[in-house]
């Protein structure tokens, strides 16, 4: 918990319609890299035998086995997927909110906000 000026700052109660959005994307966010986690492991373990008795270890992708292409290759380049959305999605939030405002202020040379 962080303290900003007087009021506090917490992210399981937010204050503001600004933060209950950004703490819903965070969720949303936070949930597709569960369900990619969740789902990609579940596919494995349903695929993991063939009716005709192949392994799913035995296809490839990228020279690699599915499962181990799955979980070391696409799951850390779904979580980059993700931030970059994200990282998208704060741009354009931020650039109609105050923050955009209070970002591009310099001062001119007598002190003044410009």
């Known amino acids: 918990m962080a ?6 700052t917490n992210i399981f109660k937010p204050s503001g319609a ?3 959005r950004q703490i819903l994307v965070i969720g949303m966010v936070l949930a597709g890299w569960l369900a990619a ?5 579940g596919l494995v373990y349903l ?9 799913i270890s035995q296809w490839t992708f990228f020279n690699l086995p599915i499962p181990f292409w799955l979980t070391g290759q ?3 380049l779904w ?7 994200f990282n998208i999605w704060m ?3 931020d650039t109609h909110g105050r923050g955009a405002a209070l970002r591009f202020r ?5 002190g003044r906000e410009e």
């Open 47 to 55: 695929l993991g035998h063939s009716r005709q008795g192949e392994s």
């Open 18 to 20: 600004t933060m209950k």
């Open 91 to 93: 741009d354009r939030h």
């Open 106 to 110: 310099t001062r001119s040379n007598d």
């Open 3 to 8: 303290t900003s000026g007087s009021s506090e």
């Open 74 to 76: 696409f799951l850390p």
């Open 37 to 41: 986690i969740a789902g990609s492991q």
């Open 79 to 85: 979580f980059i997927i993700l931030c970059v959305i």
